[in-house]
Every structure is written in C-alpha cells, then in structure tokens.
C-alpha cells in the first residue's frame, strides 16, 4: 500500500535557522506531492505542489521543495524561519495517473519557532 | 468568495447514535472530499464525489458510514450507530474543475466526540 513518512514529528528552531523537513513516499509510478500547512486556528492550505517539470518547486511565504525521484522524497525548505512560520506542516501524495484523486498523507510535522 | 464550510463545528454524541455532519464546498467547485484525521495523525481520505456522483468511497472504514451529495454541492456524510473509536477531526474539501493534481481547499472541520 502506499505510505508517506514524515521522518520529524515536532522541530523548534529559533528565528532565522533554516528549516528542512523530510517527505519521503512509497510508490515507483507517476506522483503528485504536496506540503499543506495548518496555522494555529485556521484551515489547512496548500504551501505548494508538484505535478511536473522542473522538481525544484516554490511555494508561497518562501518555502520550496526539491523533488528527487531516486530518493522518493520531497522535502520542504525554507533558509531563515519566522516566528509566523510555527504550524503543522503535512506532506501529501497523489499516487498513479488518470484520474485518481485520493491523498495519502504523513502523520505531520509540528514545527514550533521560538522569536 | 466564501471558503468551505462545515457545519457541525463540533460535535458531541453517545455511543449508538447517528451523526450527520454536512459541507458547504466552494461555489462553483465540482470535487469534494471528506478526510477523516485523528489526533497526532495526517488526515485520512474517506471518500470523494464529482458533481453528485460518488467516485471513490474506498475509505470508508465501514457499512456504517456513508456519504451523499445529490445536487453536486452540499454533501452529507452520516455516521450510523456511532462507537468511540469514530471520534475524530472530520475534514471536508473541494476543488475546482481540472486536473486531477488541483488544490483542494479545506474547510474548518467538524471535531466528532463520541462518549
């Protein structure tokens, strides 16, 4: 079955460290990926995706994600983290071609960043 | 323009009683999902409906869940008979026309308590 592992659970940082956060999925076809954040109190929003092309990916607020498809990973950076950035963080896969549209999603990542 | 909207936002219930919980999707928008996510996990796909017909119920964990959407907008999923085990974080989306790698937007949710 396909699976997605979120290698941290929870990640503190101080303002300006950089963040890394690990995505790795299991499944050798055809993927969409995707990081969702979940501000405290709100919904949970797409950060960004990728679908095809170029596997270095931007997303909004300064977040990017590399694709690497030897690797089954697809991990979030961003360089210098904001206290805004404190959230849960979810990793997302879309498995197969045609039309399937169902996620597999990782447990989450929650990062806390200290001002 | 409006989000999506759920409605219960919570909801507290006895063993063995029926829940009905009911999204509210993005006008306009023709997919809709129900992710099911207990605490400390990722969210869980549960089901998905283009327009009023439903495309893939493989998540559903049981007969005793199910879910409608008859004008291809609202949708209800009703949980029957409800054990404790059903407590969770009931996530509905949507997603416009498209391909099938297009965001889906998530509503608040319904936190599902069942005593």
């Known amino acids: 079955a396909q699976s997605v592992s979120q290698h941290n659970h929870h990640v503190i940082l101080s303002e300006a460290a950089s963040l890394e956060l690990g995505c790795n999925y299991s499944?050798?076809?055809?993927?969409?990926l995707f990081w969702y954040v979940q501000y405290p109190g709100q919904h949970l929003q797409l950060l960004l995706k990728?679908?095809?092309?170029d596997p270095l990916v931007k997303g909004i607020k300064g977040f990017e994600a590399e694709f690497i498809k030897s690797k089954f990973s697809f991990n979030l950076r961003k360089p210098s983290v904001q206290w805004s950035d404190t959230a849960e963080y979810f990793c997302a896969v879309r498995a197969g071609a045609g039309n399937n549209r169902k996620l597999i999603w990782g447990l989450g990542t929650s990062l806390a960043v200290n001002p | 323009g409006a989000g999506v909207s759920q409605s219960p936002r919570y909801k507290v219930t006895k063993r063995g009683q029926d829940v009905a919980l009911r999204c509210d999707p993005i006008?306009?928008?023709?997919?809709l999902y129900w992710y099911r996510q207990a605490l400390g996990q990722g969210p869980e796909f549960l089901t998905y409906f283009n327009y009023e017909a439903q495309q893939d119920k493989s998540g559903l964990p049981n007969d005793r869940f199910s879910a409608e959407r008859p004008e291809g907008s609202i949708s209800t999923l009703t949980i029957q008979r409800t054990e404790q085990r059903d407590s969770a974080m009931y996530r509905c989306?949507?997603?416009?026309?498209?391909?099938?790698?297009?965001?889906?937007?998530f509503g608040p949710g319904t936190r599902l308590t069942v005593l």
């Open positions: 499944y050798g076809g055809t993927v969409n």
């Open positions: 990728y679908f095809s092309g």
């Open positions: 006008s306009g928008h023709v997919s």
């Open positions: 989306a949507s997603s416009p026309r498209g391909r099938e790698y297009n965001e889906q937007f």
